[in-house]
């Protein structure tokens, strides 16, 4: 049986006079019921790996990106190989492909972490460093017109899967990752990051080892474009080389994630017991993951199932925001102010990364018309484990149509061509408030104009 949010009213400061009473200056308090449910929100949780040669396909499928959305996956990790272009331009077919693959993904309602590479084992050839550069520029519109379902993208390019190591062409320097790296962030839009593949690599790049600060975060500098990814997360004493100085490093990453995202997969153990569900959830929290390979490493994988720990990891991995309490105006005017003051909390590994609104919308109950009342909140700075408000106090329109109104908290993306769309607006962790047809949080409160 589902449960209702309990609603008190509290007349602060309230005299028995026949002044009249402004109804915003008196508060209801509503106390909201969390809940166990799993669901799929944008840019986080397991994600699918799908791989192409690019320009040669298999294409992509929006039906089946639908069926991911039913078990609660909205990320798809495509690779896209270049075995074809390691000594020529992209071709035209090759770039309409891609091209079309980020339709199919915005059509699915998904998201995509994306990567290239040349190379699919350790004994084949990359390309050389000049065909690199001139790939990434010749992405470089694709990547601006395709931003909005571009999570994040994977630096690639170098060695085997594109994981910088392996590399035919001597890439694997100092130098070449460096201009690789230069490369991608010049030709991505400012708002996405680029992951790397350890953090040594980004400490390279950026001359330092001290972590992202706060007042760096979403600057657009390359400090806080540049990401991470453990492709060999839990799999021995350093994960298959991904730490020098393991828990420097971990230190290091705890700090740094809570401003850029970590995702990555698991691999068969070596030298250690697999990872069981107890420390795969603390390892992941710590680190302050958002995503993870459901298909690899089955084996590691498979013993959460097992142990009884794969609903809390869906359920935790990534950011979980769950309504606490708000406090709001019991009635509203035409030209009057309304006032909330809404509490909330993020029990999941990471926060979001990537920049969405959140605005309170007043939608009238017959007519559908909306009051959309702006914040100043940033999701991205609502960090794991703490509450944090969002606090309103808005002027209404003089001419508002009398009825009835509901007042509903949305968290759509930031981007306008997703602006609206529910697929990619976040779903509170809440009994009973998501609206699935607007992507809209029923916050409880009516209001009779």
Same mark, same amino acid.
């Given at each position: 049986?589902?449960?209702?949010? =309990? ?10 006079? #026949? ?40 294409? %992509? ?12 996956? $909205? ?7 270049? &075995? ?51 790939? =990434? ?20 390019? =170098? ?8 590399? #035919? ?5 100092? #130098? ?12 991505? +839009? ?31 500098? +390359? ?88 609903? &809390? ?16 105006? $019991? ?25 969405? &609104?959140?605005?309170?919308?007043? &939608? ?47 968290? +759509? ?8 769309? +529910? ?25 009779? %104009?």
């Amino acid at each position: 049986m589902k449960q209702f949010p =309990i609603i008190l009213i509290a007349l602060f400061g309230l005299t028995m006079c #026949s002044t009249p009473v402004d109804p915003s200056e008196v508060r209801t308090t509503v106390d909201y019921i969390a809940s166990n449910d799993l669901f799929p929100n944008p840019e986080r949780g397991f994600y699918k790996h799908s791989e192409c040669q690019m320009g040669f396909g298999p294409s %992509l499928s929006e039906a089946t990106l639908r069926q991911h959305r039913e078990r609660n996956i $909205t990320l798809l990790l495509r690779s896209f190989y270049l &075995k074809n272009f390691r000594n020529a331009p992209l071709s035209a077919q090759a770039l309409t492909a891609f091209d079309n693959d980020m339709a199919v993904v915005r059509r699915g309602g998904a998201k995509c972490i994306v990567r290239f590479a040349y190379s699919s084992a350790a004994d084949e050839p990359d390309a050389p460093l000049s065909v690199v550069v001139q790939h =990434i520029g010749q992405l470089k519109p694709l990547f601006e017109k395709n931003a909005d379902v571009i999570a994040v993208v994977q630096a690639g390019f =170098i060695g085997a899967w594109g994981e910088w190591h392996f590399s #035919s062409n001597g890439l694997n320097t100092a #130098s070449a990752r460096h201009q690789v790296l230069s490369s991608l962030l010049e030709a991505l +839009p400012a708002s996405r990051t680029v992951q790397v593949r350890t953090p040594a690599y980004k400490q390279e790049f950026c001359q330092r080892t001290t972590p992202l600060t706060q007042e760096e975060a979403f600057s657009g500098q +390359p400090v806080a474009r540049i990401a991470h990814h453990n492709d060999c997360f839990l799999a021995s004493a350093n994960d298959y080389g991904t730490y020098i100085d393991v828990e420097a490093d971990k230190t290091y990453l705890s700090r740094e994630c809570l401003f850029v995202p970590i995702g990555g997969e698991t691999c068969p153990p070596s030298g250690i017991d697999p990872a069981d569900g107890p420390r795969a959830c603390d390892e992941m929290r710590r680190l302050r993951f958002s995503f993870l390979n459901e298909d690899y490493y089955r084996g590691v994988n498979d013993g959460w199932v097992a142990g009884g720990y794969m609903d &809390k990891i869906i359920r935790e991995m990534g950011y979980r925001l769950v309504l606490i309490r708000g406090e709001y105006s $019991t009635g509203i005017v035409p030209g009057g102010t309304i006032a909330a003051r809404i509490t909330l909390r993020n029990v999941g590994f990471a926060p979001p990364y990537n920049a969405r &609104k959140a605005e309170l919308i007043l &939608k009238h109950t017959v007519s559908g018309e909306r009051i959309i009342l702006p914040t100043d909140a940033d999701p991205r700075r609502w960090v794991p484990n703490a509450e944090r408000e969002i606090n309103v106090s808005a002027t209404l329109p003089a001419n508002m149509p009398a009825g009835e109104y509901v007042l509903y908290l949305h968290l +759509p993306d930031a981007v306008e061509t997703l602006y609206g769309n +529910p697929d990619y607006s976040i779903r509170l962790a809440n009994e009973s408030v998501w609206e699935a047809e607007t992507g809209y949080n029923n916050l409880f409160m009516n209001y009779e %104009l």
